[in-house]
């Protein structure tokens, strides 16, 4: 995926608008059409739609300072409503094809860094005030500013990082990769399967719809993605059924009993916006709401530039279509999030296997958003997508974005290096955030020594040094509480 794409590699202009809904979408201007758009609609949600199990699960695992857990049903009514109206609102308002949901990473930081501390309350609260001083960075023009001051070549290692880093964790997710205890004693993180061989009935599964989609993606199959989902949802459901299967892991693809279950709407408005100040000191909650900050911002800035440059809508500077709406809707996902319980949200990678299948526009956005306001109501059948069946998705995504590692310049070293980090921290780290601070850090550092600092936009400089505090904000930490 590139920062910069050549003109012949953008789409090319479609026939005349058909309607007032193509010529507000411009979708005959992007080159796509109405069923590219809803194709790459549902393949959005089902590259995502995990999110309806599992951040339900890893919120309500954890207890607060006071030992109280949240609701996993209300959870889920929160975290599907969340997704919906954020998700419509982007592509309204912002016309990329990018959907939102409560964030992965920033909702493992609410339940088992934060929550513990102060109340459930207190916790969401510090995610409403992150995303409203997210919006106020919007509205001043910095969070733009720092978008339009990174190199051309950074932007294209943190589109080729993300590739990778999707393809991880659909490799992950789906029990092809797994970690290796501790107790093996063996310096080797990640092995192959669950015993370092390929066993059960759920990796192949997987490992069959790998095969197919990467088939139908080389014939150039309309609807790739799509169809190999739904092709490998239905043959998981029938290995279900006549197999001995242990486990799926989140999702275990069967008919269910009820198909419409009644959305519980208890946890939205439960939230406190300063009674974090009260529970732990000021210096605690700064450095909490630095910490989301910089990640809920650089997570998007990267999901923002990728996605657009994957689908191609760059513009020959390299700037991405309706920039500050994007980000300030964006900065108001972390609010609505925060304000329903269902922790931050923000822009979802996942989106590329929306582009995948053609989508180019915030049409798709009306087709994945509408599919997440039916889950409200229809949440045993929608979320019977096993990850296995899901994650060739993203393996197939992983590989088309990292199709534009071929526009960086691997001969000088002031540009390969800070790439090749920031490509190789993030599916290492598993975090965008983690890689984009890698790369940054080390472009600021070489065109120092090389003599070039003045090269380097002042954005960057202190965007590297608050990369520094984020890195070290342990040890920083411990200083300031001694």
Not at 141 to 147: I, K, P, Q, S
Not at 390 to 409: E, N, R, S, Y
Not at 441 to 458: F, P, S
Not at 459 to 469: D, V
């Amino acid at each position: 995926m590139s920062e910069t794409q050549k003109v012949e590699d953008r789409p090319a202009a479609g026939p005349p608008p058909a309607n007032s809904v193509d010529r507000f979408f411009k979708i005959s201007d992007r080159g796509s059409t109405f069923g590219r758009e809803v194709r790459g609609g549902f393949a959005t949600f089902f590259t995502m739609a995990y999110i309806l199990v599992l951040n339900p699960i890893i919120l309500s695992s954890a207890k607060d300072k006071f030992g109280d857990q949240l609701d996993s049903v209300q959870l889920v009514t929160a975290t599907a409503l969340v997704a919906a109206v954020m998700t419509i609102i982007m592509g309204v308002g912002g016309n990329l094809p990018l959907a939102l949901a409560a964030g992965l990473g920033l909702n493992a930081v609410v339940a088992f860094q934060i929550a513990p501390l102060m109340s459930w309350d207190d916790a969401m609260g510090l995610i409403v005030l992150e995303g409203l001083l997210i919006c106020v960075l919007v509205v001043t023009g910095l969070r733009e500013a720092v978008m339009y001051a990174i190199p051309q070549p950074l932007k294209q290692a943190i589109s080729v990082g993300i590739g990778l880093f999707i393809a991880f964790i659909g490799f992950v997710d789906a029990g092809f990769v797994s970690r290796i205890p501790d107790a093996a004693n063996t310096t080797v993180p990640v092995q192959l399967g669950a015993t370092g061989a390929l066993t059960g009935w759920p990796i192949l599964v997987f490992c069959l719809g790998v095969l197919l989609t990467i088939g139908l993606l080389a014939r150039k199959v309309k609807g790739a993605i799509l169809i190999s989902i739904v092709t490998m949802t239905a043959v998981a459901i029938v290995v279900d059924e006549i197999a001995d299967v242990k486990s799926w892991g989140l999702t275990t693809p069967h008919v269910p009993d009820d198909v419409v279950a009644s959305p519980d709407f208890g946890l939205l408005g439960d939230f406190s916006l300063f009674g974090a100040f009260g529970e732990v000191s000021v210096i605690t909650v700064v450095l909490l709401v630095f910490t989301l900050i910089l990640s809920d911002f650089f997570d998007t800035m990267g999901t923002v530039v990728g996605i657009s440059a994957e689908a191609g809508l760059l513009d020959e500077e390299g700037k991405v279509p309706n920039l500050g709406r994007v980000l300030l809707i964006d900065g108001a996902a972390a609010v609505a999030g925060g304000a329903s319980s269902a922790s931050s949200a923000t822009s979802y990678i996942e989106s590329a296997a929306g582009v995948g299948e053609g989508a180019r526009t915030g049409f798709a956005n009306l087709v994945t958003g509408g599919l997440f306001a039916f889950a409200l109501f229809l949440t045993p059948l929608l979320t019977i997508v096993p990850m296995q069946a899901a994650a060739p998705a993203l393996v197939a995504v992983g590989f088309l974005m990292m199709t534009q590692v071929k526009h960086i310049d691997w001969d000088r070293y002031e540009i390969a290096i800070p790439a090749f980090l920031t490509i190789a921290v993030m599916p290492f780290t598993y975090s965008i955030t983690n890689g984009i601070g890698a790369g940054f850090v080390a472009y600021v550092l070489i065109k120092t020594v090389l003599g070039k600092a003045k090269e380097v936009h002042w954005l960057l400089w202190g965007t590297a040094a608050l990369f520094l505090i984020y890195f070290a904000i342990d040890p920083i930490e411990q200083i300031l509480n001694a």
